[in-house]
């Protein structure tokens, strides 16, 4: 078994929760302020050495739900080139637990300050529908 620490479109009720849907929700945390979050408009990335808390949950997964985790996250292990995340472990009230770190530039990005995915996804989702009206 496997730990994950997910803060974006893998947590309960947004779109890609679906992976995680048979693994064990082990509980919400939310981290020291040590990472910074942005917007990739439909899911964010993760970035060391910031100044936010991040809202993150961790599930207890099998190895195939983490390999599948792995391929939506675009990384592959043993490998440096292609990398669209790295993944790294962190410490949780849970144990330690893999999570995933954005890899690219995020200068021209907007910053998640809330450090809650799910929050500012709703946020924005509900601006958009207004300028769509």
Excluded: C, Q
């Amino acid at each position: 078994m496997n730990k994950i620490a997910v803060y974006g479109s893998l947590r309960k009720g947004l779109g890609n929760h679906h992976y995680l849907a048979d693994s064990k929700l082990l509980g919400t945390f939310e981290s020291a302020p040590i990472y910074d979050m942005y917007s990739l408009i439909g899911f964010p990335g993760l970035k060391e050495d910031g100044l936010t808390s991040i809202t993150f949950e961790v599930y207890e997964v099998e190895n195939d739900t983490l390999e599948d985790v792995n391929l939506l996250e675009g990384y592959t292990p043993d490998s440096d080139d292609n990398n669209f995340y790295d993944r790294i472990k962190i410490d949780t009230p849970f144990g330690k637990a893999f999570t995933y770190i954005y890899i690219p530039d995020v200068d021209e990005l907007p910053k998640v300050v809330s450090g809650d995915w799910k929050e500012y996804s709703k946020i924005n989702n509900a601006k958009s529908k207004l300028i769509n009206i």
